[in-house]
């Protein structure tokens, strides 16, 4: 067990407090906001683990207490100068209120504060002090992997080691462990999914929370519901406050959170602790902003815009897209224009990600072109921009992003370059919602009759639900005590279950309003900093702020040269994209009676295939989203299409290892749009000059909606509905296969393995779009 000081219950209410401070110093990632000043020594070499001061008794609560002796806050400035390297850095006001509530009061806080305020060093500092007085770690609980090694280099810089368990470090997790029993560790940092994790939860997380000298939730608003970024793992949290030994003080920070979600939140942390919570909330002004909105008449205006805007930028800055297809397209056309930028999501390796976030600190690349997964995961203080290419869909997330941006520099341009097919890609992540109360019902029924722990994997073939929405439903019931993960997957509890459809309305109501919040940011003539403050319930910003483009503060230009934005349509006129086949089949299909397991042999699968375009891409995306939304009547293949299709083939072609000499071509019929395959299937055989040797009957299914079921039922509605004729006529031949769109792939690796099944020796896949 670790050391723990004696703590004393506090009393009182949780109150709201609202002070402007003493904006002397904040906590900037790397780098302090106070500069030009030699740094003080760190307090020392090893960790905080011995008194180094007489242990201070802990006061009665904030609310009643008298000052507390003025050299506990110089001792508290002591660790700040540490932090910051500034030998004259000092708290502001608000800082030192919520280190003295959790230090001296062992209370519970919520600081809500503008990014850039300095929440770090109020956790590091009132870690310090603790330590010193024989305190266990402090837990901090953070989203993101950028965030953690932020904030491991912050500790750094004060003497306080500060390590982290997360995914890319499984090797190290034995001796992290080892360390914090044994007191070398002042901070630990874990992700919120680690909490739930068998062997974390069951063998550490225990004695951890019982010994902790702190426990810090960051990026606090993910508690709640109501929150921009709702993660349902950041739910379980609550339970583990709960459980908390009386007298643990608690942090819980975030610079993006409304009234409701505040209360919230507070309602949370105040759960097992009387509800004792300070909240801090202070002014969402960040002076250094200014702020502004570009709507241009399609995307090749927007790229032109942004390589014409990108050398007057002052520094260098991330340039926000909504998809991972859109970051990735916008990076390379700002590469080919000449400007050095990496791109960054989801889909980036690890050791990729890590490789870019420090090319942009040390100012080696202009910008990083990013999606949200660089949100809430990434301190750079002297970010001299933020640019949007398109919307958010909430203001609040919007503001969370831009703070980024200008910590430490007097001046940095903040522009959002709004697009007609934002909207789309709102209404798909709406799409990816809590599931419908049958598919939970459907769940808990399969988990309740196994008799063992399923995996994710051996789930969901048995369920009408995606990977990705079955983890995550599977989660909040986790959350909800209706199953539970162990070790080799998740079981029921047994424990009754209602479905909140009310919760459930609400939040989608509350996603609906802020929708429409960002689109009246769009084209407001109000002060653009006001318009977000208020949305953020903070009701204290001036009429202007004299910063924004429409306070007359930031003059933006409103249009792009014509060289520029043709080069632009140029580069996203340019169809393709690479179709990947499916290398080996579902886990679990036994389960659903089909014998099929493991790698697809080589023989049976289809080569790689082309595309016009992705649905969530540029360029081309629009164009596609339209003809295959579920309103659009079936039809013949647009011309453009048409055109496009017939530049992708003869690109392909023209590939060293491309499309060979095809001798005919095979269509999959399609319920939804058997006119438009058909249609286009012929006219590529048309303009290849071979014939259509067969196709696949697809008989019309109203109620099937394939895009809605997971990998292996989808896998499963394939093998039983397409049926191949015509087929003597593929045997020795090599086949263009085409449809109009693949989504899981199943449909085109089915096809492809009767086809070779049938005597096929290739099979070469085309669609118009990859979703």
Known sequence: MLLRAPVQPSSGGSRAVRRDGDNRVGLSGGTPTVQGHPPVPPVGSR?????????????????????????VRERAEHHLRALVGSSDARLRDDQWT????????SRRALVVQRTGWGKSAVYFVATALLRERGAGPTVIISPL????????AAAQRAGIRAVTVNSTNAEQWAQVYASVRDGEVDVLLVSPERLNNPGFRDEVLGALAASAGLVVVDEAHCISD????????YRRIATMLAALPQGTPVLATTATANARVVTDVAEQLGTGAGGDVLVLRGELDRESLHLGVVTLPGQASRLAWLVERMGDLEGSGIIYCLTISGAEQVADHLRRSGFDVAAYSGRTEQTERVAAEEDLLANRVKALVATSALGMGFDKPDLGFVIHLGA???PIAYYQQVGRAGRGVDRAEVVLLPGREDQDVWQYFDSLAFPAQEQVRETLEVLGGAGRALSTAALEPMVSLRRSRLETMLKVLDVDGAVRRVQGGWISTGEPW?????????????????RQAMLAYQSTDMCRMRFLREQLDDHTAPEQCGRCDNC????LPQGVSEDMRAAAKERLAVPGTTVLPRAQWPTAMNALGIALSGKIPVGQRPENGRAVGRLDGLGWGNALRDLLRADTPDGETPVPLRHAAVQVLDRWAAEPDGLPAVDGVVWIGSAHRPTLVRHLAEGLARYRKVPVLAWFDVPPDPDQAPTAVNSAQRLRQVLGRLTLAGGDAVAGRTVLLVDDMTETGWTLTVAARELRQA????VYPFVLAVR
């Not at 992997?145 to 491991?152: E, K």
């Not at 109501?226 to 793992?233: I, K, Q, V």
């Not at 007359?552 to 003059?555: V, Y």
């Not at 005597?759 to 290739?762: K, W």
């Open 145 to 152: 992997l950028a965030l953690m090694r932020n904030q491991i």
């Open 47 to 71: 960790p905080l683990r011995r008194p180094a001061v007489p242990a201070v008794s802990p006061a009665p609560a904030v609310d009643s207490a008298p000052a507390v002796d003025s050299a």
């Open 392 to 394: 958010p869909a909430s």
């Open 226 to 233: 109501w929150g921009h970024d709702f993660r349902p793992d």
């Open 552 to 555: 007359g503060g930031l003059d």
């Open 98 to 105: 919520a280190i003295e509530a959790l230090a001296e009061h």
């Open 498 to 514: 209602v479905y909140d459809a009310d919760r459930y309305a609400r939040v989608a109501e509350s996603r609906e309003r802020e």
């Open 759 to 762: 005597g096929a020796t290739a």
